[in-house]
């Protein structure tokens, strides 16, 4: 079950051609993150501040088809993996059904030093429904 984050594409996110400029998904990706964790995981960033965080330690994505300025965007957030400390992301965007970009991120649950910390086990209960289950047939 994803969750799934709406997004219109505004003028802030567009070059002079009026497309969403690459770097600005990355952007759109930790908004998604970030209200996935404030509504899923009820770990807001707002209330993180100097006692944990979440950074991206990696992240890769694959354009398949430019936005465009009044787009309505939805992001749908899965977990392909829960670490101790780490959390596998897979993110699948979409516009009105063609797909416009995937991508694959991995975020660090760290501590108010900035070390990998694990995460609570009421935190792995909410998570857990979000986590892509594999099918018999391998999807």
């Not at 996110?13 to 990706?29: K, L, S, T």
């Not at 829960?82 to 991508?103: I, K, N, Q, V, W």
Request: net charge positive; glycine share 8%; aromatic share 12%.
């Amino acid at each position: 079950m994803p969750f799934v984050y709406h997004q219109k594409v505004k003028f802030r996110h567009c070059d002079p051609a009026g497309i969403v400029f690459y770097p600005r998904y990355f952007e759109m990706m930790n908004d998604t993150v970030e209200d996935f964790f404030e509504k899923v995981a009820l770990l807001p960033f707002s209330g993180m501040q100097q006692k944990c965080g979440i950074p991206t330690a990696g992240i890769e994505a694959q354009f398949q088809a430019p936005s465009r300025l009044g787009d309505q965007l939805e992001i749908a957030l899965t977990i392909t993996r829960l670490g101790r400390s780490s959390l596998g992301l897979a993110y699948d965007a979409r516009c009105e059904g063609a797909p416009r970009f995937t991508a694959g991120s991995t975020v660090v649950f760290i501590d108010d030093k900035g070390r990998p910390a694990p995460w609570t086990d009421a935190i792995r209960t909410r998570l857990d429904r979000f986590i892509k289950k594999e099918t018999p047939d391998g999807k």
